[in-house]
């Protein structure tokens, strides 16, 4: 681990401030992800601001019935909030299907959004990593690739996105409210991931030394109809091999709309919009979701150790499809 010096902010507009007089700098949260990073070797700033104590530690509900939580609420504080369980649950579901206990206590809502991957690859330091070190080459595309992507993927990175929370913001329309040396901003989550393509190192639209101080969550009342499904290789504190994150309005057992979110399989979190558009206008049944789920699935490039995620993922998306439509019919 690199020497590096520390401070704590007492409010955002310090610790923007601060940030944008260190070029190599960073923000402190929870630690869960970045702490690991240092001690591999694999983020070496020189300067830590700790982001902890600014006040972004709140849920709120917005004027039209949405919510906006705070940068650094607590992953267990979030999943457990009785407004999220009631509005959002596939979010609730996804946040309590990661992690541990002890670390969803500490880890917060940013620190999700900016999880870095945990292809092995990255974070061995011997190896080359195009997304470490840009140029170096990609160790995972001829090596152990199981864990790794099959949506969104380059011939120069094929590393999954690991977080769970991000899956159901991408599928509820989530906007990331940030402020940085440039003012605020508002960024819908379809836009704050970029694709790897040429440049893997670069993951979020974020401009060096801007700080996400909260997500939105609109007030879409259908997003009650929600569920996430996750496969892994074991029953707890396991990244997903393929998960999803699905919201369903169906109506005399058609489907009027719907959200489809992918995780364990892409670069990204990633909406099936071909899966929605599928779904549009359809009946609400098993053949149906299997269909929707497959037009989706075509854009897989499989690598040679994980074409077992294709059957996976559409098995996840059709379960959790099938549980929020047998689950909104007995409602009924």
């Not at 949506?151 to 159901?168: E, F, K, Q, W, Y």
């Not at 099936?272 to 609400?284: D, P, Q, S, V, W």
């Amino acid at each position: 681990m690199n020497s590096f010096t520390y401070s704590a902010a007492t409010s955002v507009q310090q610790a923007v401030n601060e940030r944008s007089q260190v070029q190599n700098g960073a923000y402190l949260g929870g630690g869960t992800n970045l702490l690991d990073n240092l001690k591999l070797g694999i983020e070496q700033p020189d300067h830590l601001i700790d982001v902890r104590h600014i006040g972004l530690d709140g849920i709120e509900t917005l004027p039209d019935g949405g919510l906006r939580i705070g940068a650094s609420v607590r992953n267990t504080k979030l999943a457990y909030d009785e407004r999220v369980r009631q509005q959002y649950p596939a979010l609730s579901e996804a946040i309590l299907s990661g992690a541990s206990p002890q670390l969803r206590n500490a880890a917060t809502t940013a620190g999700n959004l900016l999880q870095r991957t945990r292809c092995y690859y990255f974070r061995d330091t011997a190896s080359a990593c195009n997304k470490r070190v840009p140029g170096s080459g990609c160790s995972a595309i001829a090596g152990i690739n199981r864990i790794h992507a099959i949506l969104g993927t380059s011939n120069r990175c094929i590393a999954t996105h690991p977080s769970d929370m991000d899956v159901a913001m991408v599928a509820f329309d989530a906007t990331v409210r940030t402020q940085g040396p440039k003012g605020q901003r508002a960024i819908p989550i379809a836009e704050f991931y970029v694709p790897y393509g040429e440049d893997p190192a670069k993951e979020h639209v974020l401009e060096p030394g801007e700080l996400i101080t909260g997500v939105d969550l609109p007030a879409t009342q259908w997003f009650r109809n929600s569920h996430y499904v996750k496969a892994r290789d074991r029953a707890s504190y396991e990244f997903a091999l393929a998960s999803a994150a699905v919201a369903l309005r169906v109506e005399n057992g058609t489907v009027r709309d719907c959200r489809i979110a992918l995780g364990g399989v892409a670069t990204k979190p990633w909406r099936a919009l071909a899966a929605e558009r599928a779904l549009r206008g359809n009946k609400a049944n098993a053949e149906v979701f299997r269909a929707a789920v497959e037009a989706e699935l075509k854009a897989a490039v499989p690598q040679s150790h994980n074409a077992f995620k294709v059957e996976l993922a559409k098995r996840v998306v059709v379960q959790a499809l099938q549980a929020v439509s047998t689950a909104q019919a007995w409602r009924k």
